[in-house]
């Protein structure tokens, strides 16, 4: 057995992560405003979007009083002497509504077992509780419906990750990562066939899954998107497949990439294709003018990084020796022990969240009032996002509750 797998290992750090998640004694709040000082700290942004809404132009700091903190320092790898994991900053939940997680929890289940993802494990799909995760991270929305087309696409995601590239006993084949995301983006990006090739596509589509899944979840997705809320999801999902792409090519060649490139890739291969619904779910569309300018993407992207690791840092008590966590890349490339390597995960999650809240504190400044909610909501999709790796039975099998 490897020592990444050791069992007294594997149970010391699936406490400790459990611990870290859980322990919300001295968290940030949920409600990013309540960061903000009077009189406000912020230096306002150089940037001026270009619109043609005057409206979003030069807005005062007595509109929006944001602290900016102090830039992070860089953090240095942990010393051999000093271990001591560092406080998470990341809020809670902003609603927690168990009753709205349950029923479209129950909803999401009774979907999967129509297009066929985890076909006799719905009781394990149930207890994960992917409905509950949508409600915890889009508090923007009482409706069960918007927040069951979000579940829908990110139970999809989770379910391809598994199907093409994780399980073997579902069929995951990293030899065959590539050629199967490659004819999965043709459904997330539809393809249109000349007219005697159409049906072979329908008849792949209605066989496989997890390509069905992402078809039907689509559908239901575009009553609540624009189109170009659609367009930028169906981007992000180009992204994410490269990039699990990456992954298999890892795996497939014995591959171990070094931190820095390992941190690249989970900048693509983060969670920003549930956090892009952010907007769209509440029911609003943040300009693309403001979605894309550089800035906005980097701080939305240090987020949506940020939150990923968490995910690391909970599942690296149970990846495979050939899988890959920043702890474990942190342990293999960089000599760290695998306390050493959760604390200087916390470090740079939480390097990367204070450079989220300074750079949306700075933007928010000059831009639009659906900026500023949707850099809230970023925020509180965090907190939400933390409150489910705390509690979700996919990192907690021990949990009585089903979350």
């Known amino acids: 057995m490897s020592r990444l797998s050791a069992p007294n290992a594997t149970d010391d750090l699936s406490r400790l992560a459990a611990e870290v998640l859980a322990d919300r004694g001295s968290a940030p709040p949920g409600e990013l405003a309540a960061l903000l000082e009077d009189p406000p700290r912020v230096t306002p942004s150089s940037l001026v979007f270009v619109t043609e809404q ?7 700091a007595a509109q929006l009083s944001f602290l900016r903190p102090e830039p992070a320092a ?22 927690d509504n168990p009753e709205l997680g349950e029923e479209v929890n129950e909803r999401m289940v009774e979907w999967a077992e129509q297009v066929g993802i985890y076909e006799g494990r719905s009781e394990h799909l149930r207890s994960c509780g992917f409905g509950r ?34 399980e073997e006993e579902v069929g995951a084949d990293p030899r065959r990562t590539a050629a199967r995301f490659g004819i999965l983006y043709g459904v997330v990006d539809p ?53 699990l792409d990456q992954n298999a090519s890892w795996r497939v060649t014995g591959e171990r990439p070094p931190v820095w490139e390992y941190l690249m890739h989970r900048h693509h291969n983060s969670y920003l294709p549930p956090m892009i619904l952010i907007d769209a779910v509440a029911g609003y569309e943040l300009p693309p003018q403001e979605f894309y300018d550089p800035r906005v993407r980097e701080a939305f992207s240090m987020a949506g990084m940020a939150a990923v690791l968490l995910n690391d840092l909970h599942s690296m008590s149970k990846e495979a020796d050939d899988d890959l966590s920043l702890p474990i890349a942190l342990m293999e490339q960089e000599g760290c022990t695998r306390r050493q390597a959760a604390k200087r995960t916390v470090e740079i999650h939480n390097e990367l969240m204070k450079r989220f809240v300074a750079e949306a504190a700075a933007l928010s400044l000059v831009g639009s009032p659906m900026l500023r ?29 089903v979350a």
């Open 54 to 60: 005057p409206s979003m132009l030069g807005m005062s």
């Open 74 to 95: 860089v953090a240095e790898p942990a010393a051999a002497d000093d271990d001591e994991i560092p406080e998470l900053f990341c809020p809670g939940p902003v609603r």
């Open 133 to 166: 995760l949508i409600m915890l991270t889009h508090p923007g929305t009482d409706d069960a419906d918007r927040l069951l087309a979000a579940t829908k696409v990110v139970v999809a995601e989770w379910a391809a990750d598994d199907y093409y590239l994780d």
């Open 191 to 243: 393809v249109p066939l000349p007219h005697r090739y159409e049906h072979e596509l329908r008849r792949h589509i209605e066989e496989d899954p997890i390509a069905l899944a992402f078809r039907s979840g689509m559908e239901h997705l575009a009553r609540y998107t624009s189109v170009t809320q659609m367009a930028r999801f169906q981007h992000q999902m180009s992204i994410l497949f490269t990039t």
């Open 373 to 401: 909610r949707f850099f809230a909501e970023t925020w509180a999709w965090c907190g939400g996002s933390r409150e489910w790796h705390a509690t979700s039975r996919r990192y907690h099998a021990d949990k009585a509750e």
